[in-house]
């Protein structure tokens, strides 16, 4: 039975070692960290329970189509429940709950604009069509040739999928009002990217997040890591926690052993699911790296997050489950990430209370916040800037809430980039991994098999498909697809 390695233990090579478990191989994955499930950590402080990475539970069909293929169901595992309204936004001058059922979506649109609600049904319409050809089809490309996507199909498709236009103009085209204009941009700050350089293909989003629904597996995401550590478990797949990759012993064009700080394991075929540029141009010998130290600074990275997790000794009112901020010029936020990397000078935020919706996490009366900025990578992180934006995040949290929140303050903890770079080997203390710019789609992404090794395979959010969880288990899938195909 060939033995294949995987490295790390995040979503990407969770599925790629049950996928490939499933298929006969005999898989062992090496974590560093000494719990598995990559940057969707659980940090357990007193009664409070947080999720440190992953929050937002989309497209439920990807997960339960993933455990489907085990001949298992999401609910063999955890206990999921459509979150409504999906969560809250704050405008500067409003704030409005996004409610699930899109009857009362189209209303809530119509009250800001008219004429809203036709348009919005017109966009999800074609959104919708960008979904099924996207996610169910595009995203399961292993991205090695513009060959995959000469199908008749995609042909007649392609220019209804609007790769070429963008985000931003999409959206300007169906909405007016400045409001439902960002309403309908947010969920491409998952990607990575600004409306100005994601390409109206992505408004696949809008479709994920308005008519398939924001969800919450109780107890929280990392529930998602235990369903799938359990899986692979099962499947035989053997996980060694606390344990890092290292290097390689090479030869003959092949990677023939791992090192790790546990001992040397002997492979036939390596799947690296940590970070793509630590095992590019840390962990691989020079003569075998894939690409070059250019190439990766020329990559545009999704941002870094400031993030803090807060369990409150009193609730705090007025929150939804997700609530986002987008009380500041989204504008001169996402030109702070991207064109003059800077710490923020008017943040847009992100603010979870998962204690809203599910009492296991936090005490009783109790509230358990976890606030997220996005930032530019690879900007310094020291304390006293942390703290100079936790003050200011908590004054305007304050007066959104009217609640003393700073002086009723349990338990707190902040992460930011160096965070990112100590615990999972991240490139410029990135959060999710590369951007889904035009330039950084399918086969322009970093390859899923290295051009100089035989059997080296990628898989995670810096290849194809692109980041975020969903996509993370498409691309253990991919990979798996591939290594069966080469080596069965
Ligand atoms: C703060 C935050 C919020 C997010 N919010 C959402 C959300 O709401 N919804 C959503 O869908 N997605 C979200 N994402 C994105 C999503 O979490 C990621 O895209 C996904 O988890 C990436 O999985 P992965 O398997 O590619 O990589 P990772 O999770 O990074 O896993 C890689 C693993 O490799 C390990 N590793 C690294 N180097 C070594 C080594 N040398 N030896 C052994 N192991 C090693 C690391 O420790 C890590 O466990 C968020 C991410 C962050 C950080």
Same mark, same amino acid.
């Given at each position: 039975m060939k033995h294949i390695g995987l490295i790390g233990s995040g979503f990407a090579s969770l599925s790629a070692a049950c996928f490939l478990a499933k298929a006969g191989f005999n898989v062992t994955v090496f974590e560093k960290n000494a719990s598995p499930g990559g940057r969707a950590q659980k940090l357990e402080i007193n009664e409070f329970t947080f999720d440190m990475g992953p929050s937002w539970y989309w497209m439920p069909d990807v997960f339960e189509r993933f455990f489907a293929s085990f001949e298992k169901s999401v609910s063999d595992y955890y206990t999921l429940t459509r979150l409504d309204p999906s969560y809250g936004v704050k405008f500067r001058e409003?704030?409005?709950?996004?409610?699930?059922?899109?009857?009362?979506?189209?209303?809530?649109?119509?009250?800001?604009?008219?004429?809203?609600?036709?348009?919005?049904?017109?966009?999800?319409?074609?959104?919708?069509?960008?979904? $099924?050809?996207?996610?169910?089809?595009?995203?399961?490309?292993? #991205?090695?040739?513009?060959h995959e996507f000469l199908d008749f199909r995609l042909l007649t498709g392609i220019l209804k999928m609007d790769v070429f236009t963008s985000m931003r103009k999409h959206v300007n085209k169906y909405f007016k009002d400045p409001r439902l204009r960002q309403l309908v941009k947010f969920p491409i700050l998952f990607l990575g990217g600004t409306p100005n350089n994601t390409p109206a293909l992505y408004s696949l989003m809008n479709y994920a997040d308005m008519s398939l629904g924001t969800w919450y597996p109780q107890g929280g995401m990392y529930r998602v890591v235990e369903a799938m550590v359990r899986l692979a478990r099962e499947l035989g797949v053997k996980i060694r926690l606390n344990e890092e990759v290292t290097g390689f012993e090479y030869r003959h064009g092949k990677i023939t052993h791992i090192n790790t700080s546990g001992g040397q394991f002997e492979i036939d075929v390596l799947v690296a699911g940590a970070d793509y540029h630590f095992v590019d141009q840390v962990l691989l010998d020079e003569e075998y790296r894939h690409y070059t130290p250019r190439y990766w600074k020329k990559q545009t990275m999704a941002p870094s997050s400031l993030l803090f997790y807060i369990g409150t000794k009193t609730r705090v009112p007025k929150l939804n489950h997700h609530t986002l901020f987008f009380d500041r010029d989204f504008d001169q936020h996402a030109s702070e990430i991207y064109e003059t990397p800077q710490w923020p000078s008017a943040p847009l935020l992100y603010v979870s209370a998962t204690s809203k919706t599910d009492p296991s996490i936090a005490p009783?009366?109790?509230?358990?916040?976890?606030?997220?900025?996005?930032?530019?990578?690879?900007?310094?992180?020291?304390?006293?800037?942390r703290m100079i934006y936790?003050?200011?995040?908590?004054?305007?949290?304050? $007066?959104?809430?009217?609640?003393?929140?700073?002086?009723?303050?349990?338990?707190?903890?902040s992460y930011a980039h160096s965070n990112f770079k100590s615990d999972y080997h991240s490139y410029r203390g990135n959060a999710y991994g590369l951007a889904n710019t035009l330039r950084q789609t399918?086969?322009?992404?970093?390859?899923?098999?290295?051009?100089?090794?035989?059997?080296?395979?990628?898989? #995670?959010?810096?290849?194809?498909? #692109?980041?975020?969880?969903?996509?993370?288990?498409?691309?253990?899938?991919?990979?798996?697809?591939?290594?069966s195909g080469d080596y069965a």
């Open positions: 409003s704030f409005h709950d996004i409610p699930a059922s899109l009857a009362h979506l189209e209303e809530e649109f119509e009250s800001i604009e008219a004429g809203s609600a036709k348009k919005l049904r017109q966009f999800l319409r074609q959104a919708e069509f960008k979904y $099924k050809v996207g996610i169910r089809d595009l995203a399961h490309k292993p #991205g090695k040739s513009l009783e009366g109790k509230e358990n916040l976890v606030i997220l900025m996005p930032v530019a990578p690879d900007l310094p992180d020291p304390e006293e800037t936790f003050n200011s995040i908590m004054d305007r949290l304050e $007066k959104f809430t009217g609640t003393d929140i700073r002086n009723n303050i349990e338990v707190m903890r399918a086969i322009l992404k970093p390859s899923i098999k290295n051009k100089k090794l035989k059997n080296l395979y990628y898989t #995670g959010q810096l290849t194809v498909p #692109g980041p975020g969880v969903p996509p993370s288990l498409i691309s253990g899938e991919v990979v798996a697809r591939e290594v």
